[in-house]
């Protein structure tokens, strides 16, 4: 079983870009992804997300606090 994700994700739709934009505000703006579904958006932020906080973590920088509950 896969661990919640325990950072808040945003989707909004793009009518510039004509997809859905997805972002983890917690991580900054850096941290966003794009996608032909909200769903696919979605997923695409949380892995890099997740590469995001690997790099902290061996760079030894402050991992931001988790933003969301695992019921989120």
């Known amino acids: 079983m896969q661990e919640p994700f325990r950072y808040r994700v945003v989707t909004e739709w793009s009518d510039d870009d ?3 934009v997805s972002r983890v505000p917690a991580l900054g703006p850096g941290c966003a992804a794009h996608g032909k579904t909200e769903g696919e958006a979605t997923e695409e932020a949380k892995a ?3 590469l995001m906080l690997d790099v902290l973590r061996e760079d030894r920088r402050p ?3 988790e933003d ?3 019921d989120y």
């Open 63 to 65: 991992i931001p606090p």
């Open 18 to 20: 004509g997809v859905f």
């Open 48 to 50: 890099a997300a997740l």
């Open 68 to 70: 969301a509950s695992p």
